[in-house]
């Protein structure tokens, strides 16, 4: 079969909820990344075959074939098609593989992965929650749906206090796994190794560069304060992903059109898997992905360099560890979604720019990312660098 190649891979710096990111809209937001994409790798945009975006609150300002919009707002021809798609906090992630998809199959040459989510401007759950306030409908999960699973509702929350349990890990553990995403972010940052990943945005005539969220003084009895969800529980918004504004972008080709318009890459596709498990727990399914691609891919666990999990709940990352068996000294090497925020629909190719970034710059072979999505799935994509 053919190979799918990255040439480039590209971020936003995170914007805190209310931040300095808030002021852009969305569609504005993805046009940096598509703009970079095409101007980092003097690629004809007219080239490109198609845009595949990630996105999960498709309301306001998000609504209305936000891809597409996004297309419009950049300097891509209006002849460049797009779709928007949702596959909850995989959704970028998922772009990159039907990208990969399109241009393994031939049917492609030169496909955008990207990803966009301005959780300021559209709040998380707003595609719901005005039809609850109308009293329009009765939500997403029919009587059947509930009947069946024994629950009224799908509940992150609720998964993520069921996976601490499950796996033996107290609130203790889970606020130092926080701290150390802090630590790691921190010092990833002050030694510029977010560098080649991150595109500026023009905030007030300043770039924005940094990421917002990340607690430069934290410690342990900080994070510690910080109010639980739940009585009785273990998950604050401390060891939890942060709200976050941001766009990342991949772009994806073909052996042919790297020939074609004189591009280099920078990682070849060597697997994608996506299963789908328990939508109750709904957080657990990336450890049995994981087996699955690693089996698929006939890689072994101590043979991958680096790996992304993402920190929607520090109990994700941290059963998955003790369920593969991997190197804490691999994991989310320069801090993750606790520390840098969590841009729902952007965060699938925003974990793939910095695993490609940060394999290419230790000299490493191959990276593995994966993200517990809503419902109860998970993608995982093994990338060999370049």
Not at 316 to 330: F, T
Not at 351 to 380: D, P
Request: with cysteine; glycine share 10%.
């Amino acid at each position: 079969m053919a190979d799918a190649y990255i040439v480039d891979a590209v971020r936003t710096a995170g914007g805190r909820r209310n931040g300095r990111l808030s002021g852009v809209h969305p569609a504005d937001l993805a046009a940096y990344v598509l703009n970079a994409l095409v101007d980092r790798n003097d690629l004809d945009p007219a080239a490109i075959d198609d845009v595949i975006m990630g996105c999960v609150t498709q309301a306001g300002e998000q609504a209305f074939a936000f891809a597409r919009n996004a297309v419009l707002a950049s300097k891509l021809p209006d002849s460049v098609p797009a779709v928007t798609i949702d596959r909850q906090c995989g959704s970028s992630q998922q772009a990159v593989q039907f990208a990969a998809q399109a241009v393994m199959s031939g049917t492609q040459d030169v496909v955008i992965a990207a990803g966009t989510e301005s959780m300021s401007r559209v709040p998380m759950f707003s595609n719901l929650s005005f039809h609850q306030r109308e009293g329009i409908g009765i939500g997403p999960v029919s009587p059947s749906i509930a009947e069946r699973f024994g629950v009224k509702e799908f509940s992150q929350f609720a998964g993520a206090e069921m996976m601490a349990r499950k796996y033996g890990f107290d609130r203790e553990a889970l606020d130092r796994f926080a701290l150390e995403s802090h630590r790691r972010a921190a010092a990833a940052t002050e030694a510029g190794g977010f560098a080649d990943e991150i595109v500026p945005v023009l905030v007030d005539g300043e770039p924005h560069v940094r990421d917002e969220g990340i607690r430069y003084d934290a410690t342990l009895e900080s994070i510690g304060a910080v109010k639980l969800l739940q009585e009785g529980g273990m998950i604050s918004a401390a060891n939890a992903s942060q709200i976050c504004d941001g766009a990342s972008g991949v772009l994806v080709v073909s052996e042919r059109a790297l020939k074609a318009h004189n591009l280099t890459p920078i990682a070849r596709i060597v697997d994608m898997t996506v299963t789908a498990g328990d939508p109750v727990i709904m957080l657990e399914e990336p450890l049995f992905a994981t087996d699955k691609a690693l089996k698929k891919s006939g890689l072994s666990i101590d043979e991958i360099d680096l790996y992304e999990v993402n920190e929607a709940f520090a109990p994700v990352p941290l059963a998955w560890l003790k369920h593969v068996g991997g190197d804490p000294a691999k994991l989310n090497v320069n801090g993750g979604a606790i520390a840098l925020g969590h841009p729902l629909g952007a965060s699938g190719t925003k974990l793939m720019a910095t695993l490609i970034h940060a394999l290419r710059a230790r000299g490493k072979r191959y990276g593995l990312q994966t993200m517990c999505e809503g419902g109860g799935i998970a993608n995982v994509t093994i990338v060999e660098a370049l």
